[in-house]
């Protein structure tokens, strides 16, 4: 697997233009999205651009290529983050929605829960964006090697109860033990060729 930084943004008008099919990663800050990245294109290192000071509020794009597959991968920057201002929250908010609503090529959303953790209200956003424009989404519930397979069964019963989370739009996840990567990647190739 082939993968290398293409560019960060933060306006539409700067996303690179390509006709390459585009999956996003998204969720709360500290939630494991680079983990997850980084376990999916087996690097160390890479999603670590996106957590440079002054950086975190861009949308990084990567080029992945694979024997199946070339796509462009895009992490969107985490939210939540308890020391920002309401204005930048603001800004934030606006340009993770604007991305959603604007790229056509983008065939799937990563969407990173923590297992042990409800959805809160910042990922109600989200789920409400991925609704309101239709977009299909897959919930990686990861940092699953924190549980037993027990406590895993009953966490994806009390998950289950919410209306956006279902058996067939979930993989369990771990960065740790890389269990879902396979899954996940799998995913990825079935609704970059739809
Ligand atoms: P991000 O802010 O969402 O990009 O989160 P990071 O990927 O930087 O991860 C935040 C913290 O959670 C780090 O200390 C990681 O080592 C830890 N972490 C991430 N994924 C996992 C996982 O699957 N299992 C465990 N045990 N820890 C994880």
């Known amino acids: 697997m082939q993968s290398e930084f293409i560019k960060s943004a933060f306006y539409p008008k700067d996303f690179p233009v390509h006709e390459l099919p585009e999956v996003c990663f998204v969720g709360k800050s500290n939630v494991g999205?680079?983990?997850?990245?980084?376990?999916?294109i087996n690097r160390k290192d890479l999603a670590r651009v996106g957590k440079t000071p002054g950086k975190t509020r861009l949308l990084n794009f990567f080029s992945i290529k694979t024997?199946?597959?070339h796509f462009v991968l895009v992490d969107l920057p985490g939210y939540g983050y308890a020391q920002v201002s309401k204005k930048e929250r603001e800004e934030w908010k606006k340009s993770i929605?604007?991305?959603?609503?604007?790229?056509?090529?983008l065939k799937l959303v990563v969407f990173i829960l923590d297992i042990r953790r409800d959805?809160?209200?910042q990922d109600e956003?989200?789920?409400n964006w991925l609704k309101a424009y239709n977009k299909d989404f897959?919930?990686?519930?990861?940092?699953?090697?924190?549980?037993s397979n027990n406590e895993i069964a009953k966490r994806l019963r009390e998950l289950y109860a919410h209306p956006m989370v279902s058996s067939e739009n979930c993989i369990i996840f771990s960065s740790l033990t890389k269990r879902g990567r396979d899954e996940l990647y799998q995913k990825i190739i079935e609704y970059c060729n739809k």
């Open 119 to 121: 959805p809160d209200e």
């Open 97 to 105: 929605e604007n991305y959603l609503k604007l790229r056509s090529n």
């Open 138 to 147: 897959v919930l990686l519930l990861t940092k699953s090697d924190k549980l």
């Open 67 to 69: 024997k199946e597959l």
């Open 33 to 40: 999205k680079s983990s997850a990245i980084n376990t999916l």
């Open 125 to 127: 956003v989200m789920f």
